[in-house]
C-alpha cells in the first residue's frame, strides 16, 4: 500500500471502532442469540490480554446456536449494537487488517473460558486496498461466511471471530474479538490441534513488524493455517 505520508497520518488517527455481533445459521438469522457480547466497541490493548480468548470483557454469555457439521455460519460485525445498515462501514477508519474465524470444542459453549483454537477462514491482503479482509467484510455488509469442517467430532464449541486492524503502525495492532457459542451435530472424529489466545500471537510475528504503508509491507497470516479437514 502506497500512500503520501501525510495521508498515512491521516488514516491513523481517523477511529471507527466495532464489535462482531449477529450469526447466521445458513439463512437463518439468529442475532444475538448465542454471541458471547462483549463490553464495548473498542480494540483489545494488547495481544498479551485474557481479552484476546473471547473479546473485551466481562462478555455477557447467551445461548447455544445448533449448526449441522459441513453447514454454513456467518459471523456479523458492525459499528454499534444493533446497528446493521449496510450504508454504514462494518469497521471505517481505513482500519485496514485481516478478517480471521476461529472454532475450539469445549466442554460447555456457554461457561468455556479456555480452548484450542483452530483456524476455519480467512481473508488477509493480496495487494490492493479492496482487497484487505476489512474492506471485503464492509463490501458485504459486515457478514463473513463459511462452512463448519464436515470432519469435526459433535459437540460444543465456541466460534471466535477477529478483525486486527493494523492502521496504527508497527508494533501497534488492534484485535476487535467476539465469540459465538455453537454446538455441532452430526460430525466426523476430527479434533485439530490448535493454539491458545491469549499466547498464539506476538508483537514480534512478521505482520506486526512492519507498517502496511511501508512500500515493502508483505502480508503473513497470523497463527496457524487455516484447518482444511
Known amino acids: ?5 501525510v495521508l498515512l497520518a491521516a488514516a491513523a488517527s481517523v477511529s ?4 462482531w455481533q449477529e450469526l ?5 438469522d439468529k442475532a444475538t442469540s448465542c454471541t458471547r457480547t462483549v463490553k464495548d466497541n473498542n480494540p483489545i490493548a494488547s495481544l498479551t490480554s485474557p481479552d484476546m480468548f473471547c473479546g473485551r470483557g466481562p462478555a455477557t454469555s447467551s445461548g447455544v446456536c445448533e449448526v449441522a ?3 454454513p455460519l456467518t459471523v456479523e460485525m458492525h459499528a454499534q449494537p444493533g446497528d446493521r445498515k449496510c ?8 482500519h485496514y487488517g485481516p478478517v ?4 475450539a470444542k469445549v466442554s460447555d459453549a456457554k461457561t468455556a473460558a479456555s480452548g484450542s483454537f483452530f483456524k476455519v477462514a480467512e481473508d488477509g491482503y493480496t495487494g490492493t486496498t479492496t482487497s484487505w479482509g476489512t474492506e471485503i467484510l464492509n463490501a458485504n455488509c ?3 461466511a463459511f462452512t463448519v ?3 469435526i467430532a459433535s459437540g460444543d464449541y465456541l466460534v471466535r471471530a477477529e478483525v486486527i486492524a493494523l492502521h496504527a503502525g508497527a508494533g501497534n495492532p488492534q484485535p476487535y474479538v467476539s465469540c459465538f457459542q455453537v454446538k455441532v451435530t452430526g460430525g466426523g472424529s476430527a479434533n485439530p490441534s490448535g493454539v491458545s489466545f491469549p499466547g498464539a500471537y506476538k508483537l514480534s510475528d512478521a505482520l506486526f513488524t512492519k507498517s502496511i504503508y511501508d512500500s515493502s509491507f508483505k502480508y503473513v497470516s497470523p497463527g496457524p493455517a487455516v484447518y482444511s479437514g
Open 142 to 144: 459486515g457478514k463473513r
Open 100 to 103: 480471521l474465524v476461529y472454532m
Open 87 to 94: 450504508t454504514q462501514p462494518a469497521i471505517g477508519g481505513n
Open 24 to 28: 447466521w445459521v445458513g439463512t437463518e
Open 1 to 5: 500500500m502506497k500512500y503520501a505520508t
Open 69 to 71: 457439521a459441513g453447514s
Open 16 to 19: 471507527a471502532h466495532s464489535t
Open 149 to 151: 469442517p464436515k470432519s
